[in-house]
């Protein structure tokens, strides 16, 4: 909530920013209310209704979000400075909720009362999660919905490198699902579109999954034509996202839709826990996405944002001057301002 003040005035003044401060606000207080509460036998059952209904109130924030940073690009002309500000509240404000939204959903299933004794899952992380049959779901799932809006689809191939014994991790499932159907819909659909709707041979996607000593690796390569070198960082940009996230309603009848935040919050989901996403393309020919896991659950812990004087400071620092020459006036330094 702090953080949320020291966003450029512009941004602050948006209609959506202001409800979410004011969910922000909302909780807070519901939450410190069991500060001075004095514990009895229906304070646990009392606080972990609180937590859900606080999870219910911010289900939608990350949409809410979008729709501010949507309301100043319509209003506004957005400088470098501010664009760089909301880049880095942005990815810091959503892994502080995937963190918080964590630690409620640990929290509502381990004393909720309703512990299925059975599942090896403590609250939502599984001790052994088998990471191919999570690459296999979301696959499918991708390609329901590549399969609707396309009426065909890439087959996968998936590639263990070392030894046949299933690789298991310490991890969240969901986490994991989500980065992975968020990069089968992106590859699926620049396979689709790069080979044209009359092809019925399109080239199947290619998973490699390696454990190594530090890193667990799930390549994911496709051949969808790549992505020019120029346009690589801006995948990442939660400016660049042109559309809406697409509602609720939306969301079955628009698959494979252009980049929301999808791409940057799955590389946030890896960086949680201390592991990453890159990717890497071929203009001409295809690209590889990577997803880095810690292959040891002692280095998989949170990764959270702190805010102290070198955060504030981020806010107001200036742009750099630059201090190598370049053919199109500024170069490294010049964005592209008008976003359509
Ligand atoms: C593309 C563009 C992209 C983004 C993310 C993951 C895979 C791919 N493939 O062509």
């Given amino acids: 909530m702090k953080e949320i003040h020291l966003l450029p005035d512009n941004l602050l003044k948006m209609p959506s920013v202001g409800i979410?401060?004011?969910?922000?606000?909302?909780s807070f207080e519901e939450i410190i209310h069991f500060e001075k509460v004095e514990v009895n036998d229906t304070t646990l059952d009392k606080f972990c209704q609180a937590l859900i209904k606080i999870r219910n109130r911010h289900t939608d924030v990350v949409q809410t979000m979008a729709q501010?940073?949507?309301?100043?690009?319509?209003?506004?002309?957005?400088?470098?400075?501010?664009?760089?500000s909301i880049q880095y509240f942005l990815d810091r404000f959503l892994m502080s909720r995937i963190s918080i939204r964590m630690l409620i959903n640990q929290h509502t299933l381990?004393?909720?009362?309703q512990l299925n004794g059975h599942s090896r899952h403590v609250g939502c992380i599984d001790p052994s999660c088998d990471v191919i049959g999570v690459i296999k779901d979301a696959y499918e799932n991708a390609r329901f919905l590549c399969d609707q809006y396309y009426l065909a689809s890439p087959e996968l191939i998936v590639k263990?490198?070392?030894?046949?014994?299933?690789?298991?991790?310490?991890?969240?499932?969901s986490h994991l699902y989500h980065m992975l159907f968020e990069l089968f819909k992106n590859s699926m659909r620049a396979v689709m579109e790069y080979h044209g709707s009359d092809s019925?041979?399109?080239p199947p996607l290619e998973v490699l999954l390696v454990r190594g000593k530090e890193d667990i690796c799930v390549k994911?390569?496709?051949?969808?034509?790549?992505?020019?070198?120029?346009?690589?960082?801006?995948?990442?940009?939660?400016?660049y996202s042109t559309a809406p996230q697409p509602s609720k309603s939306d969301a079955h009848t628009v698959p494979l839709a252009g980049y929301g935040y999808g791409l940057p919050l799955s590389r946030l989901y890896a960086r949680y826990l201390h592991g990453d996403i890159v990717l890497l393309s071929c203009e001409g020919y295809g690209t590889d996405a990577i997803i880095y896991l810690k292959a040891l659950s002692t280095e998989a812990n949170e990764l959270l944002p702190i805010f102290n004087k070198t955060s504030s400071r981020f806010y107001r620092m200036p742009i750099p001057i630059a201090d190598w020459s370049s053919q199109c006036g500024g170069g490294m330094a010049t964005r592209q301002l008008s976003m359509s």
Avoid: C, W
Wanted: no cysteine.
């Fill in 68 to 84: 501010g940073v949507l309301e100043l690009k319509e209003s506004h002309d957005v400088d470098i400075q501010t664009e760089n």
């Fill in 160 to 173: 263990q490198h070392n030894g046949n014994s299933e690789i298991r991790i310490i991890y969240v499932p």
């Fill in 110 to 113: 381990l004393f909720g009362g």
């Fill in 200 to 202: 019925d041979n399109y």
């Fill in 20 to 26: 979410v401060n004011n969910l922000y606000a909302t």
């Fill in 220 to 239: 994911i390569s496709d051949r969808g034509g790549g992505i020019p070198r120029s346009q690589m960082d801006h995948l990442f940009k939660y400016m």
